[in-house]
């Protein structure tokens, strides 16, 4: 790449975007830039300025967790004031993530999908019920929308016991709502040009992170207040919290800490997978032959079976269907950016100096578009995730949920490979179950328009439906 842009001394472009702004889609600007200037850049916003990377060799050198860690840069500044020390957004040092990460991990073992599993069929029932309907009167679905409703059902319930009924409504829960509204905030206030009254906006603000904080509130009260047994449940996110002790120290979370954590999860679990599965039915939709296959994988498992209810180990088997949840997470990484910052005085990639504490943001969607990937990396390819392709390549080469300690939990649980992922588990026997069920129709020829709301989204896909035969 040779970018005019001005370069810093150690030679990378430097691009002032004030005069435009980041508009609302900051992601897909960055990749715009990163096409034009290169995989390496620093954005300059108000005088304020980021360095984002995407090369391979940079990320796998920020990937050494003795040289760099987690950064909880201007974005999480902002989630943190609704989320504060919850898992996503706490400091690395700060004494509650250490002691919540420790109570927490064993929800996420694989020990635990047995909870799981049974809230997933119960959800994935309720989907269906609601896309029958659909494909009887021919109405078109809105993908986001009701993968939206389906994750959030399912961190509800099988999280903290609540039943969110998402499929008994018109409009969106008002939980999520305000959370969407609270993420935009968060991503809008970046935006901000120095001196703007911004103060409608935080007042909106601060009344939607009280109704969250209100919500969860009774989410905790119908665990606690119901009477006897009612923590015994012990085995879910909210019974550990209320219940376990630290293997270590015996200590417990405080209450505002587990206020934290329930909103964190409840947005880290349901924005990011609900983008997922709905890029995985866009890109199948738009591509007969991968449609087919999965399609294939999920008969071969149950044939004319008009209701499955797939087994832990069928979905350890749904090998094409993995792909494409992977090769969708590849194009559309839907929590798009994560930061790191330097332990110590060094040089990335021995070759870009950072001082101590300096924040560096790696851009996923840049990173999936690297030659590593090939001639054509837009062409969605689920063979890129072939055993021996995967194999072949470095493993940091695909980042879709972070890295490190600070990676989404539960990666370091292993199924059949070590970043096999709980959610990914449940996402995977929900494609196969929808794919087994239903001709999936682009009626409107949807030209794919990515909303950011920090997570990405497939804006305003629409299918319309019909129950598959034996014919087809
Ligand atoms: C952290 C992505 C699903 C809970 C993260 C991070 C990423 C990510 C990139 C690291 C952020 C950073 O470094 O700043 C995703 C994607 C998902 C997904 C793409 C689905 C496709 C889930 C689910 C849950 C969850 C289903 C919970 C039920 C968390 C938590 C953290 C996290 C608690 C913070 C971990 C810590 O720092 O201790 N996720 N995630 N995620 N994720 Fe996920």
């Known amino acids: 790449h040779t970018s005019d842009a001005p370069h810093t001394p150690s030679g990378v472009p430097v691009v002032d975007v004030t005069a435009t702004g980041p508009g609302r889609t900051p ?13 390496v850049l620093v954005r300059r916003l108000h005088g304020r300025e980021t360095l984002f990377v995407g090369d391979l060799d940079l990320v796998a050198d920020l990937a050494d967790e003795k040289r ?8 999480l500044e902002n989630v943190r004031e609704f989320a504060a020390d919850g ?20 929800a996420f073992a694989l020990g635990s999908m047995r909870t799981y599993h049974p809230v997933m069929l119960e959800v994935a029932r309720r989907l269906i019920a609601s896309w029958d309907r659909s494909a009887g ?32 409504r018109d409009e969106p829960h008002p939980f999520v709502e305000a959370m969407v509204r609270c993420l935009e905030w968060s991503m809008n206030r970046l935006a901000r040009t120095p001196g703007e009254d911004h103060s409608a906006a935080d007042a909106a603000f601060r009344d939607d992170s009280a109704y969250l904080a209100q919500v969860v509130d009774d989410v905790i009260a119908s665990r606690t207040g119901t009477g006897a047994g009612a923590e015994g449940d012990a085995e879910d996110l909210l019974g550990l919290m209320l219940t376990a002790r630290h293997p270590v120290d015996g200590s417990r979370l405080d209450t505002a800490n587990i206020r934290n954590q329930v909103i964190t999860f409840l947005i880290a679990g349901h924005e990011t997978t ?43 088997r749904l090998t094409h269907t993995r792909q494409v949840l992977n090769e969708a997470l590849r194009l559309w990484p ?58 072949a390549r470095s493993v940091h080469a695909f980042k879709p949920f972070g890295t490190g300690e600070r990676a989404c939990i ?32 682009d009626h409107a020829d949807y030209a794919l328009q990515v909303k950011e709301t920090l997570t990405l989204k497939p804006e305003g896909f629409t299918l319309t439906l019909t129950p598959r035969t034996a014919a087809d």
């Open 274 to 316: 609900s983008g997922a599965m709905s890029f995985a039915l866009y890109h199948l939709a738009k591509d007969p032959t991968a449609l087919r296959l999965v399609q294939r994988e999920a008969d071969a498992l149950w044939g004319d079976r008009a209701d499955p209810e797939p087994t832990y180990e069928e979905v350890g």
């Open 137 to 168: 009167t021919g109405q078109p679905v809105n993908v986001p929308d009701d993968m939206t409703r389906m994750t959030l059902d399912t961190i509800g319930l099988a999280g903290f016991g609540y039943d969110f009924g998402s499929f008994g």
């Open 410 to 441: 539960g990666r370091q649980f292993a199924l059949h490979e070590a970043t096999m992922l709980l959610a990914m588990l449940a996402m995977l026997a929900m494609l196969a179950m929808l794919v087994h069920r239903y001709r999936l129709h």
């Open 68 to 75: 760099f860690a987690k950064h909880v840069g201007p974005a």
């Open 87 to 106: 898992l996503f957004t706490a400091y690395n040092d700060e004494p509650n993530w250490a002691r919540a990460h420790d109570i927490l991990m064993p």
């Open 334 to 391: 839907t929590a798009a950016a994560f930061s790191r910052h330097a332990l110590a005085d060094t040089l990335l990639g021995g070759r870009i100096p950072l001082r101590a504490g300096q924040a560096v943001t790696v851009l996923a969607p840049m990173l999936h578009r690297q030659p590593v990937w090939g001639d054509n990396p837009e062409l969605f390819d689920p063979s890129r995730f072939t055993p021996e392709a995967e194999e």
């Open 27 to 39: 992601i897909q600007q960055v990749m715009a830039l990163m096409r034009e200037h290169g995989p």
